[in-house]
């Protein structure tokens, strides 16, 4: 029963492109993609040992529930992102679709890339991601 | 006025045990859910990934905080959350299944405080189906995991879809743990 979700891959291709994209991103942790349930679909890392990619899908899917369940019975609205900000990095959450199924996609950069531009990845990244299909 | 004694009742349990459904049908206020579609063939569409939040009066003087939490492990984390200042615990065991004893034994290991001896139930859901023979069986099952580990706690069916069932619960187990004060 704690088998992955089989049928959300990413196909080589668009593999290869988050590779090449990610290897000119210094300050970047890692970037994971991981269902809405919390398990792990694809991930690369530089450094970030502790972030162990299994913990990190199970802890955005909470967050991302949590930041969800705020941003529906405050705004009205559902979540798009969310961000945690710390002294020494920032880690983006952000909604995204696998072959059209809902899932969550984490980036993590240290603090020498600014907010915005961890921002800016990520959506790079999600658009690549979407096209998938 | 002085504000009610607020109490933290957890509640946690295999994925399907009725977390979420005992929370909606105890809160008296519209319960916080945090539920994502699954990926995985688990029998239902969606499964808690954050925290089931509600909230109930006891009586004038006690209110409790009903706290769900995912029964998967890889949520464990979150177990050690709501692990702090806990009032009591209620643990669900979905009694159409073969009982997970192991895994039964790893929750109270997490939640029963050893030395405050945490006050804990045991609650067999989706038993209206049930024979009574096979729900005896189970809570004897159970009550031998219970007794390894040293803790006292009453074995009841109920169907978490009735209020007047989950209410009962409630109830019993206030009414058990009444000389307890909250630890928070
Ligand atoms: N027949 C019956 N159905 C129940 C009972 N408790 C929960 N359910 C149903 O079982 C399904 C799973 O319950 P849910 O609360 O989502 O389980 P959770 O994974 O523990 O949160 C829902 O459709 C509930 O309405 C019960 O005691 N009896
Ligand atoms: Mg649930």
Not at chain 2, 43 to 49: I, N, Q, R
């Amino acid at each position: 029963m704690n088998e992955n979700p089989s049928s959300l891959r990413l196909s080589q291709v668009i593999q290869h492109r988050i590779e090449s994209m990610f290897s000119q991103w210094t300050d970047m942790q890692f970037v994971y993609l991981s269902t809405t349930d919390g398990f792990h679909i694809f991930g690369l890392h530089q450094g970030a040992e502790n972030a162990e990619p299994d913990k990190v899908a199970a802890i955005a899917s909470s967050l991302f529930a949590l930041s969800n369940t705020a941003s529906k019975n405050i705004l009205n609205d559902e979540l798009q992102v969310s961000i945690v900000e710390t002294m020494s990095g920032n880690i983006i959450f952000l909604r995204t679709h696998l072959n059209r199924a809902d899932t969550v996609l984490t980036v993590a950069a240290n603090k020498d890339m600014s907010l915005a531009k961890v921002r800016y990845h990520a959506l790079r990244l999600s658009e690549l991601i979407e096209s998938n299909d | 006025m002085s504000l009610p004694d607020y109490r933290k009742l957890v509640i946690i349990g295999d994925i399907g045990a009725g977390k979420t459904q005992l929370i909606q049908t105890l809160s008296e206020i519209s319960p916080v859910t945090t539920e994502a579609n699954s990926s995985i063939d688990i029998g239902k569409d969606l499964t808690t990934v954050g925290i089931d939040y509600g909230r109930i009066s006891l009586n004038e003087e006690t209110a409790l905080g009903l706290y769900g939490v995912p029964g998967q492990e890889r949520f464990s984390f979150l177990w050690d959350m709501v692990s702090e200042s806990v009032w009591g615990l209620m643990v669900l065991v979905k009694s159409t299944e073969p009982p997970r004893l192991d895994y039964l034994d790893r929750l109270l290991s997490h939640f029963i405080d050893a030395k405050e001896k945490t006050p804990c139930m045991v609650a067999l859901t989706h038993s209206e189906t049930v024979e009574h023979s096979e729900l005896k069986n189970l809570s004897a099952q159970i009550d031998l995991v219970l007794h390894e580990r040293d803790v006292s706690a009453p074995t009841l069916p109920i169907d978490c879809r009735s209020e007047q069932s989950a209410m009962l619960l409630l109830h019993t187990f206030n009414a058990m743990n009444i000389h307890r004060t909250s630890a928070t």
